[in-house]
């Protein structure tokens, strides 16, 4: 990474840099405006601000009516973000590990099974899961949702881990063996270490697209007490009574800071799921 | 530990890679497994130490059966060609892994550790990572590895092949020199017939998963059961001539040689065979002189390497103390030592 971003000799950066620049400043300009909306007033008609304030933020500490608590919203999506990325990693950190080593009877069957269900749009499935979450009582939980957003979501991270563990070489654990380790020491202290880099990647891809969630809960748990970010920014422009679009912009700023504070410290890693390798 | 391997065979789904192989292994004996690219060699290896389950036949160690134990309860130490160091770890927690999965006290490790890093010199580097070491260094490290918890039997997958002649020829000493020290039971499979003969007690020669002789290194050079064997083992290797059998004597087809052996008493005038000459009987001090045309000189420094055609097409090899009188293109008038001679049948069986 440190190489590429060096500045290479054999052309000159300016001109790719000004390119770059015009063509990404209408982007820029977009995301200036919003959030300089956010804090100020201006004229109707006017793109020029003319006055400072806060009351679009005021959703932080006062309860909008007919809203949850905002805190209590943010916390539900957190919440449903860290056990979509617990579940997913675990499971298939274990299930890529099955695939890619053991000799299970009908591997190819369980590998086409998992390609099938990655490739399957998954939107189509929504009401039988509706029905099938209503009948056994998770509808509108958290953990009803979970479970499915994590078991969308499994195929893609287990078809990547399996990827992933089969760069590591064989000799390692033979080696392991030998050394009188069972098999699963070797694949937690031999085995995993070495993928810890797409680990790393998989836990972010899976908590930005927890997330960012938002048909899988506003379908199957749109209540107050369960509501996740997505959802409540949704029911602001959905509700024609009192429309509010400074207070919209505001919650979606609110909404993409964890993104963006995530996108900042962790791109390397992220990086690593797109690039294939194991490079860290 | 004795390691016998009785009527063991491997095959993988219809492939089969070894069939019906007794091997056995004297108590601190170090045996090379030599053989050609795809025999079976590492796939014998991996069988002993129990990473591949046998398709039939018994494995023992001493007189205990383990073709059912699994790896773990072997207490086999393996170097694995590639050396398989663990990269996510430091030198001394690589040599000290099998005694941390049993679950040894820090102390006892630690202490273990410095004493066979000692041992194979390398207690500068403990606090490295693999790839932070030169290829000697690393196959250090994963001798000291496989020697920590005192094995029975010590398994060596070409230990020597990633590294440069020099550190080739310092670890090949290094590693008899542990091997008799330690007096562990060892395999060493290696395709350089050089290391073999060098570091072992003995030499199985293996061709297309079979042994094909067993000996110890001198009987195997002077002694070769086929012609595979000889052609296997001397540097410069052995070169063949093609004839029949006419009155007790070796003829090419020309006529052009006759080598009157006393191996070919009763075998009927027409036999199709083939005659071994290793380089070093033919030149200077032989019995039977032979005329051909030098059409390749080489100097190794103290000795000369010659490929000399003879008028029916065939070649010998000739190996001399250097001169410098002789060139590519030069007729020459050399001899054969008959006496050395290694005469084979049709279907490679030494007469
Ligand atoms: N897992 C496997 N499945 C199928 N065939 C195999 C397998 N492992 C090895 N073989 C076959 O068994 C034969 C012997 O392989 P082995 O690795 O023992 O050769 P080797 O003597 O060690 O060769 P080399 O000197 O190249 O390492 C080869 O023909 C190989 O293709
Ligand atoms: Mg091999």
Redesign the interface.
Known sequence: MSEQSKVSANFSSLPVILLLGLVSLPLVLMYAYLLLDTVSNSEAGSLIPSEFTLEHWSFLWQMKPGKPNIWLVTLNTFIFASCITAVILIVSSMAGYVLSRLNLPARGFFLAGVMVLHAFPSVTLIIAIFIVLQYIGLYNSLVGVILVKSAIDLPLGIWLMKGFYDTV?W??E?????????RF?VWRR?VL??I?PAIMALGLFSFLTGWSEFILPQVLAPGAHVQVLSVYLASLIADDNNFDFATFKAVGVFYVIPVLILYVFFQKHLMNIYGGGTKG | MRILLDKFSKSFGATKVIEDMDLNVGSGEMLALLGPSGCGKSTTLFAICGIHRPTSGRILFGNRDVTSLSSQERNVGVVFQSYALYPHMTVAENIGFPLTVRRMTAAEINKRVAEIAALVHIDNLLDRKPSQLSGGQQQRVALARALIRRPDVLLLDEPLANLDAKLRLEMRSEIRRLQKETGITAILVTHDQVEAMSMCDRIAIMKAGEIVQIATPSEMYNDPRTAFVAGFLGNPPISFLTGRAKQGAFALDDGGLKLPLAALSGIPDGTALTLGIRPEHFGIGGDVPVEGKVTFAETQGRENLYDVVLPDGSALRSIQPARSDVKPGDSVRWSLDSKAALVFGEDGRRL
């Open positions: 070489p000799e390692i033979m080696a392991g063996i030998v050394d009188g380790a069972s020491a031999l270490p070495q810890k």
